[in-house]
């Protein structure tokens, strides 16, 4: 089978020769042509548990001194609500089960009375090939297949309150998404009183995970874990007001083939129990040295102000540990966690690691954590490849000893994640374009000012073959392959659209602004259109309208030249139209016979419009947007025509091309 990157290649090559071969066969005279389109706690009480400093719990509750603050904030600076403290012990055993004790506190931010908790138990989504996860995605994800015998799952053995009641008999699995009985990663919890607004519960549990081969973002690989959603979660409580929403409650979703993830901001204290010989990267920063005992190593993680916590472990690790800051970056310790095959690779991953924390601090804001871990899978972990946690990412898998950019292109986009989804904490399960399309809008600006890597803006456009609107849940689209161009490609591509009508400098003011207002909350689409109608003292109703809420691009085409001889001269009738939406000043080029060209601009609100040119040459061609500044244009093969062709001909070279292009284009999946 040809790998992945070589048919986008050969595609994209085979594509832009075609729509070149196009554009000189229609500029060519008539007679020329015939006539015939890129991964044992000891199970104790709850206060053997790892536990969280005085600063970050929550009034009332029960503390310990055990673990310092993270040396890189002040005593009084705490940046979210905190909604959420965890506190766990697991084991890492038998090569892929994980054995846990969780304590798990929720402090109620609505006003409403909540009698049920809900929890995400995300490796269930492995356990066979009928869950939501498996009969959506078909068993691949991202060129990855599920290994034969590869299932996991999770399974709670105990739940109480701090009472010490037991709460198993009163769960139950949900499936508020699409009702499959085989489905077991939500679980409804039913408390035995009440919660007010304002107050505090604490739930007990004991948990064990059997990681699945490595495949969707988690799993094992020989002696490679990566432990990602590997602890039974709690979902998000939604305020009134919060996303649009009218009344306060519970966002539910189950795990979907192309769904990410949803969660609030808190606190974690997490120990973590490995092999001896192996090293962990993980979420936060270390509170001590790891320990070993009785042929443990014992590690010991402390974060704040994030909404998620991950870990990697393998006994083959190459570390390095390099301090950066700048005037935009206080002071930030990188971590790498690499193959061993890649050793000699350090040094691309810290300079690209680097550029990144440089760069997006200067545009979006300062990077508030003092570390950020970078690990590396093995060539066999590729499903673990190119994924965000906070704190935490990790790279392309080292299946190349000697990779090209995809290298720095993917350490860049999985650390801007760390402020669209990171800090910027939008809703993957129903918006996935504000964490997707913003990292590839802010990695793809990174590639050019760093690397020189200009981006073919036309020929991504080119690729979306079916447009659908931004706002939409991420398993709603029509594939993997609609997600991508939509949640990715598109989303990136709305970007640009503002950037191209504001200019970069106000454009930058508009992404620092939506960056400054909602970190550490959840921001929707709406959200980010009235920031940019603040920066920008304007409207934008028209343009979200059909870009991100509908899925609409835009199309205009050349229609028609006829061309008339006068006493002193020439007359060009030109037609032109609009087959899509709506975009501001289309740019018109008209070249006459004699070389001379000149420009006008259409408003490209019309459903058509027609020019009447008086001048002493012919018109040779018209070509509408020539430098390609639309940038939410995807069919391009009608955006020029010469005066000579006929109308059946300028038809059969548009119809046939432009279809053979869409074909190719439509078939590069993300």
């Not at 009702?179 to 604490?202: C, H, Y």
């Not at 192309?258 to 901001?265: G, H, L, P, R, T």
């Not at 009508?501 to 620092?512: A, E, L, S, W, Y």
């Not at 959840?522 to 920066?535: A, G, K, L, T």
């Amino acid at each position: 089978m040809t790998p992945a990157r070589t048919k986008i290649i050969l595609l994209s090559t085979l594509a832009l020769g075609l729509l070149a071969g196009t554009l000189w066969l229609a500029w060519q005279p008539q007679s020329q042509f015939d006539p015939q389109f890129t991964g044992k706690p000891s199970y104790g009480s709850p206060s053997e548990s790892a536990l969280a400093p005085n600063m970050g719990k929550p009034p009332g509750a029960n503390i310990s001194a055990e673990l310092p603050r993270n040396p890189s904030q002040s005593a009084s600076e705490i940046l979210s609500k905190r909604v959420v403290e965890y506190h766990i012990d697991v084991s890492l055993e038998e090569g892929r089960i994980l054995r846990g004790t969780e304590m798990l506190t929720w402090k109620h931010p609505g006003k409403k009375t909540v009698n049920d908790l809900y929890l995400h138990l995300y490796p269930n989504a492995f356990s066979s090939m009928e869950t939501t996860f498996m009969k959506e995605s078909g068993g691949k994800l991202r060129g990855d297949t599920m290994p034969k015998n590869g299932f996991g799952s999770m399974t709670l053995t105990e739940l109480k309150t701090e009472d010490g009641l037991s709460l198993m008999h009163r769960t139950q699995y949900v499936q508020p998404d699409d009702g499959n009985a085989d489905d077991r990663s939500l679980m409804k919890v039913r408390l035995p009183k009440p919660v007010r607004g304002g107050e505090e519960v604490t739930l007990y549990m004991k948990f064990e995970v059997k990681l699945p081969a490595i495949f969707a973002r988690m799993g094992v690989t020989d002696d490679f874990v990566m432990a990602g959603q590997w602890f039974p979660k709690l979902s998000v409580y939604e305020t009134a007001g919060q996303r649009g929403r009218a009344e306060e409650g519970w966002n539910l979703h189950q795990y979907h083939g192309n769904s990410e993830f949803y969660a609030d901001f808190g606190i974690y204290s997490i120990r973590i129990r490995v092999p001896e010989t192996y090293i962990v990267a993980a979420t936060g920063f270390p509170t001590r040295g790891a320990v070993r005992q009785n042929g443990q190593k014992i590690y010991q993680f402390y974060a704040d102000d994030v909404h998620d916590f991950a870990w990697a472990a393998s006994p083959n690790f190459a570390t390095v540990e390099e301090p950066f800051s700048t005037d935009e970056v206080p002071g930030v310790k990188i971590k790498l966690y690499l193959d061993p095959s890649h050793k000699e690779l350090k040094g691309r991953y810290i300079s690209a690691a680097k550029a990144a924390l440089s760069y997006y601090s200067k545009w979006y804001g300062p990077y508030p954590y003092s570390t950020l871990s970078i690990v590396v899978p093995p060539k066999t972990g590729r499903g673990a490849g190119g994924m965000e946690y906070p704190t935490l990412i990790t790279a392309a898998a080292a299946d190349d000893l000697n990779p090209g950019y995809n290298l720095e292109r993917t350490v860049v986009h999985e650390i801007a994640h760390q402020y669209f989804y990171g800090m910027v904490a939008n809703n993957e399960f129903e918006e996935p374009w504000l964490d997707e399309g913003f990292t590839s809008y802010a990695e793809e600006r990174l590639m050019e000012q760093e690397y020189g890597i200009n981006p073919n803006l036309p020929l991504q456009a080119g690729q979306i073959a079916s447009p659908q609107p931004l706002n939409r849940e991420s398993w709603k689209y029509g594939s993997s392959v609609e997600y991508g161009q939509n949640a990715y490609s598109r989303g990136k591509l709305v970007l640009r659209g503002i950037e191209r009508q504001v200019g970069m400098k106000k454009m930058d003011r508009i992404m620092r602004t939506y960056v400054q207002t909602y970190r550490f909350k959840h921001p929707s689409s709406q959200d980010f259109q009235r920031i940019v109608e603040r920066v920008t003292g304007r409207s934008w109703s028209h343009y979200f309208e059909q870009y991100v809420y509908d899925g609409q691009m835009a199309d205009f085409s050349v229609d028609r030249i006829t061309s008339h001889k006068l006493k002193n001269g020439y007359e060009a009738v030109v037609t032109l139209s609009k087959k899509g939406a709506d975009y501001p000043k289309i740019p018109v080029q008209f070249t006459f016979k004699d070389g001379t060209t000149i420009f006008k601009a259409w408003n490209g609100t019309e459903k058509s419009t027609t020019y009447r040119i008086k001048s002493s040459s012919p018109v040779s061609y018209v070509t509408l947007d020539p430098l390609y500044t639309i940038a939410l244009e995807n069919k391009h093969i009608n955006n020029n025509l010469k005066a000579e062709l006929s109308e059946k001909q300028q038809t059969r070279w548009s119809i046939s091309v432009t279809k053979l292009l869409e074909t190719l284009l439509g078939s590069l999946s993300w």
